[in-house]
């Protein structure tokens, strides 16, 4: 089934605690995303990949580490969360921005 | 900054009416697409329309492209209770996919 996968659903964490969220496809895409979604601010571009070893920042980049290593992972990774980070994260993917995106599940992340 | 704004930001009706949605956007765009996400969920794609498209269908939604306003229109006819969703649209710019801020589609039984 042509799906993105999403890990963790739900995250509770520290201040300071390094974490990672994974987000894996099998539809051979070449472009992934990751956004987040707050209330009243809709969906907030952070960062993409137009392919392997290609990332370029989004709208709201700062506080956020992303890698391209493979085709079909893009992880994100946040080195030191803070509470203003406390947020819900969805991954997508889609063959180019010129094509539908299809979107992971979600992780609903708090910091505390 | 947003490229795309929705508008109304919520809109309430009842089942059988029609619902229409309007995004407008600043740029230049290759393609408009309307998703749908039900309560904290993913977002569903709906439609893509090409900038060199006026008018696209798919089942009871009716999407409407203007590039001269640029602005997009998002129509769903005889809407049903199941339509209760938040409804964006999303435009190309410069190699991203941005997103509105949504509206609120509420349809009561």
């Known amino acids: 089934e042509a799906q993105v996968t999403q890990n963790p659903r739900y995250l509770i964490t520290v201040t300071g605690k390094k974490l990672t969220v994974t987000c894996s496809q099998n539809m051979n895409h070449e472009y992934m995303s990751w956004y987040r979604q707050d209330p009243g601010l809709g969906l907030r571009q952070i960062y993409y990949?137009?392919?392997?070893?290609?990332?370029d920042k989004g709208d709201v980049p700062e506080g956020y580490k992303v890698s391209r290593k493979e085709k079909r992972n893009f992880p994100l990774i946040l080195e030191s969360p803070s509470p203003n980070q406390t947020s819900l994260y969805f991954c997508?993917?889609?063959?180019?921005?010129?094509?539908?995106?299809?979107f992971g599940s979600g992780t609903q992340l708090s910091v505390l | 900054s947003q490229q795309g704004e929705e508008d109304p930001q919520a809109l309430s009706i009842q089942e059988g009416e029609n619902a229409t949605m309007n995004c407008s956007y600043k740029?230049?765009?290759?393609?408009l697409q309307w998703y749908r996400q039900n309560s904290g969920r993913g977002l569903v794609h709906l439609i893509l329309?090409?900038?060199?498209?006026r008018e696209k269908h798919s089942g009871r939604l009716r999407v409407t492209l203007d590039t001269s306003k640029k602005s997009s229109s998002l129509l769903i006819t005889a809407s049903r209770a199941a339509d209760t969703a938040s409804y964006f649209c999303a435009t190309d710019a410069r190699g991203k996919l941005i997103f509105g801020q949504g509206t609120e589609l509420s349809v009561k039984p």
């Open positions: 329309i090409r900038s060199n498209e």
């Open positions: 997508a993917s889609s063959l180019s921005t010129n094509e539908k995106l299809f």
């Open positions: 990949s137009m392919n392997v070893e290609v990332t």
């Open positions: 740029t230049s765009i290759n393609n």
